[in-house]
Every structure is written in structure tokens, then in C-alpha cells.
């Protein structure tokens, strides 16, 4: 069987202020309920990409939350994921990158943790997934294009590709490029 592939961000363990604002008593219930989503959703031998601010905590305890995750995970690093690329494996990631472009059951994604308004291959139907808005942005679906905000949300928990391309995929391909700046000069 071929394994799923996830995406989300902003889990934001160990993160106080962010566990009063989804409404948990404390940063122990947050951090487990994650836990516990994570791991009723994901596989072992699943793909989860997350795409930023996995943590507040300091870079070494990182590897006290990915033990307990299922799948492999690979971070694409937010503004709160403070730590370099060293001992990637022993922080239990499969790797991290400050931006990754992947293709998935044959859709393109572009994966930063701010979003663009220009990214590669944009016209061609690539989608650009990113976290850091917290879902707060006002755009309509049609000006959203194809971006996807993959923020972690507690009644969802992470995004299946699938579940992505049944809405973005959907969408109108557009971007402010090059390419589009060119042609109005």
C-alpha cells in the first residue's frame, strides 16, 4: 500500500499563549491532544510535511515530540524552529529545509512557511502550501488561487493531499510573476 502523504504547521508544542488560544488549560493538554491527533490520522511510513513553527522549545528537546509521531517528518522551518540544520536525525527529522518543492501523486507543491504571491511553476498549477497566517487571511477562495494555508487546527488536525486537492486543486492557477510584468511593460 502506498503510504499517505500529510501536510500542516504551526503546531506550535510547548507553546503557552498558543495552547490559551485554542482554548486548553495548559500546555500539557495541547501538546497531547496534538499527539493524539496526529497519531489517529498518520501512519507509520507516512509523509508528514510541516511547515514550520513545529516548536517553542529549545532545539534539543524537539526529539521529546517527534518520538512520539508517527510517520517521517520533514520540517520546512518557521519563524519559532530557531535551530540549524545540524543533527537533523537527532532532532527526529527526516530533514529540514527552509523551503522544499515536492511532487506528490503527480501535483507540484511549493512549500515555504510565509506565503507568496509568486512561486515557482505558478501558472503551470503548482500549489504553494505555507503556514505563519494562522488561517486569519480574508481572501476569497478565488483570490487565493491555488495557495493553501496548512495551519494545524484542533478539529482538523493535518491536511491529506487528497482532502487539499479536492479545493485547491480546484482553483484558478494565477500569480503576480515575471513573466505577467513583462508583458504589461
Same mark, same amino acid.
Given at each position: *500500500?502506498? &503510504?499517505? @502523504?500529510?501536510?500542516?504547521?504551526? !503546531?506550535?508544542?510547548? @507553546?503557552? +499563549? *498558543?495552547?490559551? +488560544?485554542?482554548?486548553?488549560?495548559?500546555?500539557?493538554?495541547?501538546?497531547?491532544?496534538?499527539?493524539?491527533?496526529?497519531?489517529?490520522?498518520?501512519?507509520? #511510513? $507516512? @509523509? %508528514?510535511?510541516?511547515?514550520?513553527?513545529?516548536? +517553542?522549545? &529549545?532545539?534539543?528537546?524537539?526529539?521529546?515530540?517527534?518520538?512520539? !509521531?508517527?510517520?517521517?517528518?520533514?520540517?520546512?522551518?518557521?519563524?519559532?524552529?530557531?535551530?540549524?540544520?545540524?543533527?537533523? /536525525?537527532?532532532?527526529?527529522?527526516?530533514?529540514?529545509?527552509?523551503?522544499?518543492?515536492?511532487?506528490?501523486?503527480?501535483?507540484?507543491?511549493?512549500?515555504?512557511?510565509? &506565503? *507568496?504571491?509568486?512561486?515557482? =511553476?505558478? /501558472?503551470?498549477?503548482?500549489?504553494?502550501? @505555507?503556514?505563519?497566517?494562522?488561517?486569519? !487571511?480574508?481572501?476569497?477562495?478565488?483570490?487565493?488561487?491555488?495557495?493553501? $494555508?496548512?495551519? =494545524?487546527?484542533?478539529?482538523?488536525? !493535518?491536511?491529506?493531499?487528497?482532502?487539499?486537492?479536492?479545493? %485547491? #486543486?480546484? /482553483?484558478?492557477?494565477?500569480?503576480?510573476?515575471?513573466?505577467?510584468?513583462?508583458?504589461?511593460?
Amino acid at each position: *500500500m502506498e &503510504p499517505n @502523504h500529510w501536510i500542516t504547521s504551526d !503546531l506550535h508544542f510547548h @507553546h503557552i +499563549l *498558543m495552547s490559551k +488560544l485554542r482554548g486548553f488549560d495548559s500546555v500539557e493538554e495541547h501538546d497531547k491532544a496534538i499527539i493524539d491527533k496526529w497519531n489517529s490520522q498518520v501512519e507509520d #511510513g $507516512d @509523509h %508528514v510535511y510541516v511547515i514550520g513553527d513545529f516548536a +517553542l522549545c &529549545p532545539a534539543g528537546d524537539t526529539k521529546n515530540y517527534t518520538n512520539k !509521531l508517527k510517520g517521517n517528518i520533514y520540517l520546512i522551518r518557521g519563524n519559532h524552529d530557531s535551530f540549524g540544520n545540524s543533527s537533523t /536525525r537527532a532532532r527526529g527529522f527526516s530533514w529540514i529545509k527552509d523551503y522544499h518543492e515536492v511532487v506528490i501523486k503527480g501535483q507540484r507543491y511549493v512549500m515555504s512557511h510565509y &506565503p *507568496m504571491l509568486s512561486w515557482h =511553476w505558478a /501558472r503551470r498549477g503548482t500549489i504553494m502550501a @505555507h503556514g505563519h497566517c494562522h488561517n486569519a !487571511l480574508s481572501h476569497t477562495e478565488e483570490e487565493r488561487g491555488r495557495t493553501f $494555508d496548512a495551519c =494545524w487546527r484542533v478539529d482538523k488536525g !493535518l491536511y491529506l493531499h487528497e482532502e487539499i486537492m479536492e479545493t %485547491v #486543486g480546484k /482553483r484558478r492557477a494565477f500569480a503576480i510573476d515575471e513573466e505577467q510584468n513583462v508583458e504589461q511593460n
